[in-house]
């Protein structure tokens, strides 16, 4: 008899050593996570993050070493009609009196009236760091407060980066805490049903957080290498939570089943970590092929999460292998204690006939498949093609101010500073570098540039103060911001964009020696990101396909298996993103889901959602064409062994994705637009993954095939090791459905 395998070899020593086993993963994770917090986080720069012409724009700028202090602004608009102009300046020397005397205040500048009269901006610069400036403002508010008690027939509003910054870090903070509040016992509450204990149900939701924890700082150590972003935490969290689960879910639920059939505590955990563990394993390599995809995007944020979310798999694949089997073995049948009474006779491991588990329920799910591949395989195929048709239309854009969510004043009084002062919205920034010598000849080029643009309707015009331009200390870096007063999502802002950088700017710029320019801003990032997506997908992509391919070739010794593990997940990721298109861009859903569509999907999630959607999907995959190839080698049919392999896998896998499709659902009720996104088509795709690809497109596909399911070329047929369970002859419920 050969070697066993080292999945194993690993969980028998974690068996037989279960304190040692427990005791070591405690150490490394608190190892872990203690040491990335000791060593601190390195962040990305903007440098680090620059992308396209935009981020060009950004290096310039940041070379420029600009002093720019937070600023707010006392906007004074009527409450209805006219604004009474002697009220109103009333009001804006109050305003400017009171903040003269407030601590934080460095100027109050001049009011500055709007072209159409209706509303007055008094401008107050804040000393101090401007990136602390949003934890210092109750002074500020306190102020304005009062101004507007003395003034109660005017509105009298506080707006500014650190009033939204601070707005916005409120509601995102109250969402996330919130979704993390609710997913634990969501995530806890799934898993009681689907054992009926709370033991069991425990132990998953302990490895991934554990799992999470431990990867949190390995990831803070990986950041001195791989500078991080701040999304990569809550990436690690949402993967974190989905494969510790997932792994434990597998592993647990096959420990149980063979215990059930009457096997000791030591062989369920060997058969269990033959079976599930060595599906573990699979899955966790094809997640993280999937996320090392990420790196070839050449992008310091997509870096970041793929460093993240593979030392996450990483962990938890280790603890699957190790402490799992450790804690299995000391609890033995106290896993299934306390026991929910009604759940725990709905959901215990029952056998049928010679032992193995007799499903009821699936075998009518996989009927048609059985009955009728070809035909349940091309109307399946066919709805899933239809649903992904819109995907073919697809628009990516960043989200813009217009897409944060209203519910704050800071917001509402932005709405109101930007309709009457236009340039205080959208706008450009063309960023200049030229020899000290020519600073005079860049600055009337820009007044020039700017006098023009202020000319043409797709810009706003030029306030009364002239064009806004920063000059170095050195005189080297010139920045000018023209404004344009479309909303940065529509398509007469991307129009202005394209005006400035392909006429306006070359036309006043060149033939200035030694210049460098280039024309940033919001719009401009998310037109280039939007492009440097489009270009990187292609790459990525095949990256994946070519690395997954060949993982599964090996695993399972067919190229047929491995080809069809890609085309189902293609045709998963295909169908998600056309239901991405309906909903957001589409807008039909609006009401439905509490937001207002941008008439886009946001630049970064096509990639990002491709790579974890195919990893986790390889999740199922795996699981359960192992429990296939189970049959095939314990001598069934080809049509019988599908039909085990599903209906033996289909509860493990549902409340899998179950667990999944919750957590994904609540980051769906977030009130940024980005979330929402990534919530629900996270949500859908795992939705319609679990069910139609793997209930009922994949038996039709294996079914149709038949033994050209496991055709490889000569060279990778090796000989297959023997079942390490032994799946019987097919029961009475397998046999209906054929």
Not at 147 to 171: F, M
Request: aromatic share 6%.
């Amino acid at each position: 008899m050969g070697a066993r395998p080292v999945t194993v070899r690993l969980a028998r020593w974690s068996a037989e050593h279960p304190w040692r086993a427990i005791a070591l993963w405690v150490v490394f994770v608190a190892v872990g996570f203690v040491g990335g917090n000791a060593a601190g986080l390195n962040e990305a720069s903007d440098s680090d993050q620059a992308i396209g012409e935009s981020g060009r724009a950004g290096v310039i700028v940041e070379a420029g070493d600009f002093h720019e202090p937070a600023v707010e602004n006392i906007l004074i608009t009527p409450r209805a009609g006219a604004l009474d102009q002697a009220a109103a300046k009333a009001a804006a020397d109050d305003a400017a009196a009171r903040m003269r005397s407030v601590t934080g205040v460095a100027e109050v500048g001049q009011p500055v009236p709007a072209r159409d009269g209706l509303a007055l901006l008094l401008p107050i610069t804040m000393s101090g760091d401007p990136e602390t400036a949003s934890d210092r403002l109750q002074p500020l508010r306190d102020a304005t407060a009062g101004v507007q008690d003395a003034h109660p027939q005017l509105r009298v509003e506080q707006v500014g980066g650190p009033s939204i910054n601070k707005a916005l870090d409120d509601t995102l903070g109250k969402d996330f805490q919130r979704a993390e509040l609710l997913s634990l016992p969501v995530t806890l509450a799934i898993l009681i049903i689907a054992f009926g204990a709370l033991i069991a149900a425990g132990v998953p939701v302990l490895l991934a957080l554990s799992s999470v924890a431990a990867a949190m700082g390995l990831s803070t150590l990986a950041s001195h290498l791989v500078p991080a972003t701040d999304v990569t935490a809550s990436v690690i969290l949402l993967i974190g939570m989905a494969v510790g689960v997932d792994y434990s879910l597998f592993y647990v639920r096959r420990e149980r089943e063979e215990r059930a059939k009457g096997r000791s505590g030591l062989d369920a955990v060997e058969i269990a970590a033959e079976t599930s563990g060595h599906a573990v394993v699979v899955s966790g390599f094809a997640v993280i092929i999937s996320m090392a995809g990420l790196l070839l995007a050449g992008d310091a944020v997509f870096s970041s999460l793929a460093v993240g979310s593979i030392l996450v798999v990483a962990v938890a694949v280790v603890g699957s292998l190790t402490v799992l089997p450790a804690l299995l073995a000391k609890l033995g049948r106290w896993v299934d204690r306390p026991r929910v009474p009604l759940l725990w006779r709905l959901t215990a491991p029952r056998t049928g006939r010679h032992g193995e588990a007799a499903p009821r329920f699936w075998p009518a799910v996989l009927r048609p498949a059985l009955r009728a591949p070809v035909a349940t395989l091309v109307i399946s195929v066919g709805l899933l093609l239809a649903l992904a048709a819109p995907a073919l239309g697809m628009k990516l854009k960043f989200p813009g101010m217009e897409d944060l969510p209203r519910s704050t004043p800071a917001m509402q009084a932005y709405d109101r500073l930007t309709a009457a002062f236009p340039s205080n919205g959208t706008s450009h920034t063309v960023a200049v570098r030229a020899p000290a010598a020519e600073a005079d000849r860049v600055r009337a080029a820009l007044t020039d540039l700017a006098g023009r643009a202020g000319g043409d309707p797709l810009f706003a015009p030029v306030e009364a103060d002239g064009p806004k331009i920063q000059v170095s200390d050195d005189r080297r870096v010139s920045v000018l911001e023209v404004a344009t007063p479309y909303a940065s999502r529509e398509d007469k802002a991307v129009d202005s964009l394209h005006r400035l950088r392909d006429d306006l700017a070359p036309a006043e710029l060149r033939g200035i020696p030694g210049i460098e320019y280039a024309v940033g801003g919001g719009v401009a990032a998310s037109e280039d990101y939007a492009a440097h997506v489009r270009d990187k997908l292609p790459l990525v992509m095949g990256f994946v396909l070519v690395l997954t391919f060949l993982v599964m070739t090996l695993t399972f010794r067919s190229v047929v298996v491995a080809i069809s593990s890609i085309v189902l997940n293609l045709l998963s990721a295909g169908a998600a993103y056309g239901l991405l298109v309906l909903v957001f861009q589409g807008g039909w859903a609006d009401d439905l889901l509490g937001f207002t569509s941008m008439g886009a999907i946001v630049s970064w999630l096509p990639l990002f959602l491709f790579v974890v959607l195919f990893g986790l999907s390889m999740d199922y995959h795996v699981f359960v064409v192992s429990r296939i190839r189970e049959g095939i080698r314990a001598g069934m049919s080809n049509r019988d062994a599908v039909a085990y392999g599903i209906t033996s896998s289909a509860g493990v896998v549902t409340s899998a994705a179950i667990v999944m499709v919750g957590v994904f659902a609540i980051f769906g009720t977030l009130s940024t637009i980005d979330m929402k996104q990534l919530g629900i088509g996270l949500a859908a795709a795992i939705l319609l993954d679990a069910t139609i690809i793997r209930a009922v497109v994949l038996p039709a596909l294996m079914t149709m095939l038949g033994e050209a399911n496991w055709w490889a070329p000569r060279f990778l047929r090796g000989r297959s090791s023997p079942t390490p369970t032994d799946p019987p002859a097919p029961t009475p419920e397998l046999v209906g459905v054929r």
